[in-house]
């Protein structure tokens, strides 16, 4: 509120019209402060304080900001402004601030929590001046450090821009992949768009209406799009259930093009189903083979015996020689678990390997040996309560499946012998075939 009364008005109104005057503009308000201006030149600030009933009210009393009580005739008055008290403490605060970097910045750091945006700025800039490379002033004017310099955010842009930069939905990417990124862009919205609807349609397909569970079986098997492997996989390729991954394993199949191959190659090891596993690889057109080779050959160095196993049988199947170095490393792998183990009585190696004898339980050494207890911590049967401990253990597989894959793939046979198998790849071979170094 700005309400101002200059000489003409105050000359020509009467004595009670200026009372009534003073109880509507100079009422009290606790979060607000008055700034007087007088005929004279001078400005007050305090709060006038509510006037009385007294008609014939000619002055009004004032609190300064300073703690003194003034009288002033209202008759001297020219405008009154009124405006939040934060202002006023604040012009207090800078009229006897001492010109120095610690009293500006405690100033802005006030000038923050009041949420005086303007007068903040003011003194972040005065730091600055002081200090050239206050940090907390800079980030505080929102500049930017880049090449070794505090920018204004004007001259940072104009920067970017001179580097061959463009601003892109709030971020800067380089002129010559802007169109790139907008299809990136779109195709991730559409990505989105396929989310809502696969997410439907799997719920109608499962559900216990039979004419919709009718349409979304049909429209789930319709899809084509690439962009919807993403949802395909979210919903349907992580379901707990067997059929529905079936169901994702034939839609994703028939996409053409790269994207499926992914999923399927993932799915091709990974799947607890056989039949699931192997349906996953028919499904991999041909022409990708080379891109879920390399994927499989990425499994064979899994912590998790059971997948390294899995990932032969896979590459087998492809029958691709390059895979011999992959595989060759794979024949023999060495896998870690952590047993639960009286604290006395048992017995390991200093690698933590299960020496003959080690005293473990025959079912346990036997289960550790032959992968049944894969990734997971064995705690033996014990008896009678005793102490125990977590022992790490161990175990070197000869990984079968890996060694079908290298005589099938090489027809040749070396059995387990890493070397041996070395020795023909590196050497023996590359006098016919150029091969890449297994090292």
Known sequence: MDIRTDDRTAAGVTRSALYALCIALFSFHAACADIVYLKTGGVMRGLIKTADDSADKTS???????????????????????????????????????????????????????????????????????????????????????????????????TR???????????????????????????????????????????????NHPERAADGLNNLREISDPKAVSALVQFLGKSQRADVRRLFIEITGKIEGPVPVVPLATLSVREDVRELRELALTMIDETHYDQARQLVIDELRDRNNILVRRAG????????????????????????????????????????????????????????????????????????????????????????????ALRQITENNFGFDEKAWQRWWNVDRSQTTLAPDLD
């Open 60 to 158: 009004v009393t004032m609190n300064l900001l300073s703690g003194a009580e003034v009288e002033l005739t209202v008759e001297h008055i020219s405008s009154r402004q009124l405006r939040p008290l934060k202002f006023e403490e604040y012009e207090v605060r800078a009229e006897s601030l001492p010109d120095t970097l610690k009293a500006h910045w405690e100033l802005a750091e006030w000038c923050r929590e009041q949420k005086l945006d303007e007068q903040r700025e003011i003194h972040l800039e005065i730091v600055l001046v002081i200090d050239p490379k206050h940090r907390q002033a800079h980030y505080g004017l929102r500049h930017t450090f880049y090449r070794e310099q505090w920018m204004t955010r004007e001259e940072y842009d104009q």
């Open 161 to 207: 821009i001179a580097d061959g930069f463009v601003k892109y939905k709030g971020k800067w990417v380089r002129a010559d992949k802007l169109e790139s990124v907008k299809s990136d862009d779109a195709a991730t919205k559409a990505e989105r768009e396929w989310y809502a609807k696969v997410r439907i349609w799997l719920n109608w397909a499962t559900g």
């Open 313 to 404: 049988t896979v590459l087998a199947k492809i029958g691709d020689e390059t895979s011999a170095p992959a595989l060759i490393r794979a024949l023999v792998t060495t896998h870690s678990y952590k047993v639960r183990v009286p604290v006395q009585g048992y017995s390991f190696g200093v690698d933590g390997s299960i020496p003959s004898g080690s005293g473990l339980p025959p079912e346990i050494e036997i289960g550790l040996r032959t992968g049944v207890y894969d990734s997971v911590q064995v705690v033996p049967l014990l008896g009678a309560a005793r102490a125990t401990k977590l022992i790490p253990v161990a175990i070197n597989r000869e990984n079968a499946e890996v060694l079908m």
